[in-house]
């Protein structure tokens, strides 16, 4: 079957996704562009920035050498930005435009699925204007961005995975996306049951032989990208284990972690509370629903969402991606930041793109008025809240 139809309805969706997360960002340059600078001190032939900006407080000073902590993918992926315009560049124009492409590709995505056109146009619409993906996108601070390459390297993954082909490139975009966001290596089970063909319960397929070299070729290139990351954490530290993020200048002294360091069980309730819970503040003027930079409940923020609960765990998809968001969701609930300064809660971007795979594999029975109605409240929610942000609407 060819696949042009779907790579040029991908490209028109991601084109007017890209222009609408332009056309809703700042014009202003992001101040917090780590990437960027870190992008022209790649080009200059250095992993370290020469100098620290007070405004930029988490770089990592050693021997006048100053570090940017997180993962390098989005700096590497803006070289071609700051070779062009320089360390002026806006950062949020790349972030919009790797949001605006993974919504593209989840138009793609959704199309190996046996959905009608109408819960395809849903789900993409939704998962590009219906999810935290537009803020952050649009916003581009150096979290963001990070989230924003994190997807859309992973939808390039998954898209590969489905099709079962090309499983080293597919391995190296999963290590990609996680040179972005480090959780997302925890979603390689997925990607690895695709390729196995693994059925549910697990047993072993007549023909192991094409399997074991898909997965062989996955894991070849995810680990590549992981040696990648140790090395660069060497060059950095001098340590490969090390990741850098204790040395951020008072860290710890941070209440947020204080008590029980960055990582810890006694994290995970706020976490719940964030995901499940955390809603509006109300003012007594208009426009009384007041965005929190504390965030916003997962169904509060995307009501669409609330069809996983339809979901049949006797479909091999929905077991292994269900696997895969529990293992990601591990670093992230045990960690002392719930995400802010955030609208919604903006590490569920790490786990979009498999809750939205499991949203396909319901709606492939079928897409319901509710549901529709569901997919147009995710979209207003946001929009909404990007309007109250944009105007200054938002407080703690």
Do not use: C
């Not at 062989?216 to 590549?224: P, R, S, V, Y």
């Not at 998809?317 to 990601?328: D, S």
Request: charged residues 10%; aromatic residues 14%.
């Amino acid at each position: 079957m060819s696949r042009r139809p779907d790579l040029t309805g991908g490209l028109l969706v991601a084109t007017v996704a890209t222009v609408v997360y332009l056309f809703t960002s700042s014009r202003e340059p992001q101040n917090l562009n780590y990437f960027v600078r870190l992008a022209d001190a790649f080009l200059h032939g250095r992993i370290y920035l020469q100098e620290a900006p007070s405004w930029l407080n988490e770089l990592v000073g050693r021997g006048g050498r100053f570090y940017v902590v997180y993962p390098p993918m989005p700096a590497i992926l803006i070289v071609p930005f700051v070779a062009l315009f320089g360390v002026e560049f806006p950062q949020q124009i790349a972030s919009s435009l790797f949001g605006g492409i993974s919504v593209g590709l989840a138009w793609i995505l959704f199309s190996r699925f046996s959905v009608g056109l109408r819960a395809r146009i849903l789900l993409t619409i939704v998962f590009g204007f219906g999810t935290v993906l537009w803020w952050a996108s649009e916003t581009g601070t150096a979290w963001l961005v990070s989230h924003a390459a994190a997807v859309m390297l992973l939808m390039a993954a998954l898209i590969l995975a489905v099709d079962r082909r090309w499983p080293l490139i597919a391995g190296l975009l999963v290590g990609a996306a996680t040179l972005s966001r480090l959780p997302v290596v925890l979603t390689s089970p997925f990607v690895l049951a695709l390729y196995a063909e693994t059925a549910w319960p697990p047993r072993l397929l007549a023909n192991r032989s094409a399997a074991s070299q898909r997965v062989i070729g996955f894991g070849t290139g995810l680990a590549a990208a992981v040696f990648v990351y140790f090395a660069y954490n060497y060059a950095r530290w001098g340590t490969a284990a090390d990741l850098g993020y204790t040395s951020i200048p008072g860290v710890l002294d941070d209440p947020i972690y204080v008590k029980h360091g960055i990582f810890a069980v006694e994290y995970i309730p706020r976490h719940l509370f964030a995901i499940l819970f955390r809603s509006w503040n109300y003012v007594d003027d208009p426009p009384f629903l007041q965005p929190s930079w504390w965030g916003l409940g997962l169904f509060f923020t995307t009501p669409l969402l609330l069809w996983l609960f339809r979901a049949r765990f006797r479909d091999p998809r929905v077991v292994y991606a269900a696997i895969a968001i529990g293992l990601t969701l591990i670093p992230i609930i045990t960690h002392g930041n719930v995400g802010i300064s955030q609208f919604g809660y903006r590490f569920s971007l790490d786990i979009q793109p498999l809750l939205f795979i499991v949203l396909a594999t319901v709606f492939e029975r079928g897409v319901s008025r509710l549901a529709v109605a569901a997919g147009v409240a995710s979209v207003a929610i946001n929009a909404y809240a990007i309007w109250a942000i944009g105007i200054g609407f938002v407080a703690y």
